[in-house]
């Protein structure tokens, strides 16, 4: 399995490549490179913001056993 | 008489006048350090709070009662109704009230008394858990930025649980939350409190944890001073966020957590990110990346475009004309030049054609003169003959071949 980073970590690279590219010293070809990443970087995170499914539980402990079950907000 | 008398021995420097002597109390009563910021008990009786918002109130012990003023600045962060009859503890200083003569005590803090004891002990437990460093910066975890699972140790009833999840999926909807439903009052709740924390440490994949209860009397919020509680936090794998209590509400556990928050929804809000302002900030970054790398790919066309625009790539022949023209010119120049040294050499062959003119054998010959030849040679001197031996004579025209007579020697 490849090693996937996190969200963090890809938030961060993106910041970078578009420092990097503001810079305006990279060679076109490294410019072009950098964008595509930045693009996928980018997607990635919105991907990993949205895709996330959200479950409330409850936990509780019986007998040493630790038992998992949906939690109801009560208004 | 004699009375009058006296009187009027008295200086009248030494009479002094109700201001000064109200005065002069003032600065002695006001000025005494025993006098200022001092704790004193008692109970209160004829307690009116005026409409400036001022509460007057008269506090008594067995024997003795002094008048008390508390003002409006002071009195309107207390968090209890004084009443009648209650005992407390107030903050204070000696103030003397000239208008009317009296001397009050100026209450700058008020707490209900009876509270004592468990104040000391909290004031021991934190003092024992500072010096053992429990509470030093060095060992406060780092609160994730993105956390995907958040664990809750609260009641599972009530306005915290409530405002905790809403206020968490406010922010970021698809977080998700654990729940350890515990007791966060009574007896067994110091107990509880550490079972949840040492359970979300179990089960594992919990990125953040906030300890929350609502607010309350010391006494409501005493498990949270508890040391098992402290401890548990402290020893905590997983960051933790205290919201316990109100604002101004301090426990042991807000000391030894790694964040506190005043409130619940502020937990919510340091414990995950508002997932519109990252969606935000990842579609700024986008537009960012978009338009610079736009920008920087325009910029070098233009550069590529400004070197095509130069001559030698617009009319790349006329490099070549230009030599083509320049060896026109060196081929015209050397044929003048070689026309110039010609006329040169002719009129040279011309000076040298007059000239062997003028030496010309014929020429002397077309005069008039003869040439004298013998064996074809010219004889300059007579001596070169002898007489008897045949010589020509040159004319102009004939020769004639002629016996020699006569030799005489000039």
Redesign the interface.
Known sequence: MVDKK???EN?NE??E??KS??R?E?P?KE??E??EE??KL?KL??EE?????????????KNGK?I?EP?E??? | MEINLNISNVPESKILSISKLTDYIKLHLESDKNLINIWVRGEISNCTLHSSGHLYFTLKDETSQISCAMFRSNFSSLKFEPKQGMKILVLSSIGVYKLRGNYQLIVSEMHPDGLGILHQKFLQLKEKLEKEGLFSQEHKKVIPKFPKTIGIITSPTGAVIRDLIINLTRRFPNINIKIAPTLVQGADAASSIVKSVELFNKIGGIDVIILGRGGGSLEDLWCFNEEIVARAIFKSKIPTISAVGHETDFTIADFVADCRAPTPSTAAEIAVPDKNALLREIEHLRERLLQKTKRTVEFKKQRLMSLLDRPIFKRPLDFINQYLQQIDDLMSNSCKATQNFLKLKRKDLEILTVKLNTINPNAVLKRGYSITLKKGRIIKNASDVKIDEIIEIMFQKGEIKSQVKEVKNG
């Open positions: 996190s969200f963090e938030l993106l910041g490549s578009v590219i503001e305006g990279l076109l410019t072009i950098k964008f930045g693009l980018s995170c919105v913001l949205e895709n996330a499914k959200q479950r409330i539980e409850k936990l509780t402990q630790i998992c939690f907000v009560k208004e």
